[in-house]
Nanobody, 124 residues
Framework: QVFLAESGGDSVQAGRSLRLSCVASGHGASNYCMVWFRRAPGKEREEVASISNIGLPKYKDSVRGRFTVSRDNARNTLYLQMNSLKPDDTAMYYC??????????????????WGQGTQVTVSS
């Protein structure tokens, strides 16, 4: 069992930065791949960024170059540095821990454990 706790969400103006954190506790937390998801009001949940257990990142196209996902396995902490924030980034952000799976020719991080979320609001 892995427990996840996000923090760092806030209300900011467009163009500003935020860093989200997700602390994992439980046995073997560092062995999981990790994912940041978000859900905006009235929209489907979407994957924002993921990172493998050895630190290989992947990004949604709309955030690539603005967001950076990283992990500190010694601290069991996942980060999402978000720069040049836009109103479209407004959402509840969730972290998840999961297992790498092959879907066709791509590897994805399939979530097993979820955090409660942290709200990010970006005003224009």
């Amino acid at each position: 069992q892995v427990f996840l706790a996000e923090s760092g969400g806030d209300s900011v103006q467009a163009g500003r930065s935020l860093r989200l954190s997700c602390v994992a506790s439980g046995h073997g937390a560092s062995n999981y791949c990790m994912v940041w998801f978000r859900r905006a009001p009235g929209k489907e949940r979407e994957e924002v960024a993921s990172i493998s257990n050895i630190g290989l990142p992947k990004y949604k196209d709309s955030v690539r170059g603005r967001f950076t996902v990283s992990r500190d396995n010694a601290r069991n902490t996942l980060y999402l540095q978000m720069n040049s924030l836009k109103p479209d980034d407004t959402a509840m952000y969730y972290c998840a821990a999961g297992h790498q799976e092959w879907r066709g020719i791509s590897q994805v991080c399939a979530p097993v454990y979820w955090g409660q979320g942290t709200q990010v609001t970006v005003s224009s």
